[in-house]
């Protein structure tokens, strides 16, 4: 990392918890100030900010499903951060201090996230971008080779939405919600087998996972190449759902269907 980026860059921590999710802890050095990114629980958030004498200022939400926000008062009331969330779902998001949008982005301590409106998940879902430190907090629209369900969209919000964080710079990091990576390239294997960066990222999800390891975040170029629900409109897949329809987001539909019921 060159100097001026290890200055200015926030310092990201993985805290998992549940079964399967993961928090974020973001972190800005020179003021001391830290965002929780979806907050399922309190308790091993503070437990981990506490460890590392980190100052909880903020909390940023992504959706409004209790694995997101679970931990939103409890740690509201330990710490005064202010809650930031999606302004579509500012009814659904437990403390909302700010609602944030596309056009207001949000900000955290002189640091601009931008802001991505992408329902398909939710219909409120949104994505943080932190463009100075090259990470995307995506919540459960994109996951490591795979995406969310559609509980409150369509196919075609989803792909939409996706299509925006595709367009994101290659070195971007993943941090997604979820590690079900592992599950995803099951999934994938079998309706993309002839893809080798696919294969090869598959065989490295194993090791990690057989050794205990996350394999969150990745990158998006890694996910631009291995992802099918970022590959709709590419022609082995488009091929292989043809019978779906000819369009990309028919396309996408019938791959997210597909996985329903994998
Ligand atoms: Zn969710």
Request: hydrophobic share 40%; proline share 6%.
């Amino acid at each position: 990392m060159p100097p001026s980026e290890a200055n200015t860059a926030l310092e990201i921590v993985q805290v998992p918890v549940l079964s399967d999710n993961y928090v974020y802890l973001v972190h800005d050095r020179p003021s001391g100030a830290t965002a929780v990114v979806d907050p399922s629980v309190a308790e091993p958030v503070l437990a981990e900010a506490g460890k590392r004498g980190w100052r909880i200022t903020h909390i940023l939400n992504t959706h409004h499903h209790a694995d997101h926000v679970g931990g939103n008062l409890e740690i509201k009331r330990a710490t005064g951060a202010k809650v930031i969330g999606p302004a579509y779902d500012r009814d659904r998001i437990p403390g909302l201090d700010l609602a944030v949008d596309e056009a207001s982005g949000a900000d955290f301590a002189g640091h601009h996230a931008q802001v991505f409106f992408v329902p398909g998940h939710t219909r409120g879902h949104i994505a943080y971008y932190f463009a100075d430190s090259q990470a995307l907090f995506c919540g459960d629209t994109l996951f490591s080779i795979g995406c969310g369900r559609l509980f409150e969209g369509t196919p075609q919000q989803m792909w939409s939405s996706l299509l925006k964080l595709r367009g994101l710079p290659d070195a971007t990091r993943v941090y997604c919600a979820h590690e079900y990576t592992e599950s995803n390239c099951r999934f994938a294997v079998s309706i993309d087998p002839d893809n080798p960066a696919l294969a090869r990222k598959a065989a490295e999800v194993r090791a990690a996972r057989q050794e205990g390891r996350s394999t969150v975040p990745s990158t998006l170029g890694s996910e631009k190449s291995c992802n099918p629900f970022l590959r709709a409109d590419q022609a082995s897949l488009m091929q292989r759902f043809a019978k779906a329809g000819s369009d990309s987001t028919a396309v996408f539909g019938a791959i997210r269907a597909a996985k329903d019921s994998f």
